[in-house]
């Protein structure tokens, strides 16, 4: 089956510096989309990126991500990370329709600001 | 206007009693969802839906069951909650993107 790494379990990083949130994947099915999930604290999951491009960078709300087929990845990157970026975010793919559009979510990776 | 909706926002359940939880969404999608959330696991898929009337095994159904009655309305059934499932359950509507309802936090006592 279809399965979706984030090698970090927390990342730390100060205001104003880069951040980098790493999400590698295997599938074995017709992946049709590749997302970035975010949740901030007591809310729900909700899109913060989607691609379906191989090498097109994608962008939103100062993030930005690139899928790169070749090394089955999609990191999710931004320049100056701000205290408000703080959340837990998930990397996912998504087969398609006839499959059910069930999602495979990474284990995701708390990003946590500090001033 | 909130599309996806859940009830009762927060719960709290002896073990062996039965536990209903509902997900209503207005957003006309023919797929629904229900995951578990806990620390360390992320979400992981109980059970799904495409259409009313049916429902499909996700990836951790055991002690829980689904009811899809119409195409707005999914629920979510502990017939015996224990104590393992104590989480936070997540509803979701899809036309590929998926968008989450508010949660609902659920104590098993």
Redesign the interface.
């Known amino acids: 089956g279809d399965s979706v790494t984030q090698t970090e379990?927390l990342v730390t990083v100060t205001e104003g510096l880069p951040v980098k949130l790493n999400c590698t994947y295997q599938t074995t099915y017709l992946t049709?989309?590749f997302?970035w999930y975010v949740q901030y604290l007591n809310?729900?999951?909700?899109?913060l990126l989607?691609s379906s491009t191989d090498n097109k960078r994608t962008e939103h709300q100062g993030f930005h991500a690139t899928l790169h087929k070749s090394s089955s990845s999609f990191h999710l990157q931004k320049s100056s990370a701000q205290l408000s970026d703080s959340a837990l975010y998930?990397c996912a793919l998504?087969p398609s329709?006839n499959m059910?559009?069930?999602?495979t979510?990474?284990?995701?990776t708390s990003l946590l600001v500090d001033p | 206007e909130a599309a996806v909706t859940q009830s009762p926002r927060s719960k709290v359940a002896v073990t062996g009693g039965k536990v209903t939880l509902s997900c209503h969404q207005t957003n006309n999608h023919d797929y629904m969802y229900w995951y578990r959330q806990d620390t360390g696991h992320g979400l992981r898929l109980i059970h799904y839906s495409y259409v009313a009337d049916s429902t499909e095994k996700g990836d951790i159904p055991d002690g829980y069951k689904a009811s899809r009655p119409s195409q707005e309305n999914f629920s979510l059934i502990l017939e015996l909650a224990s104590l393992s499932q104590t989480a936070v359950y997540f509803c979701a509507s899809s036309d590929l993107e998926q968008y989450f309802g508010p949660g609902t936090r659920l104590t098993v006592l």
């Open positions: 379990g049709i989309a997302f809310e729900a999951p909700q899109v989607r998930y998504s329709r059910g559009y069930k999602l979510f990474g284990t995701g």
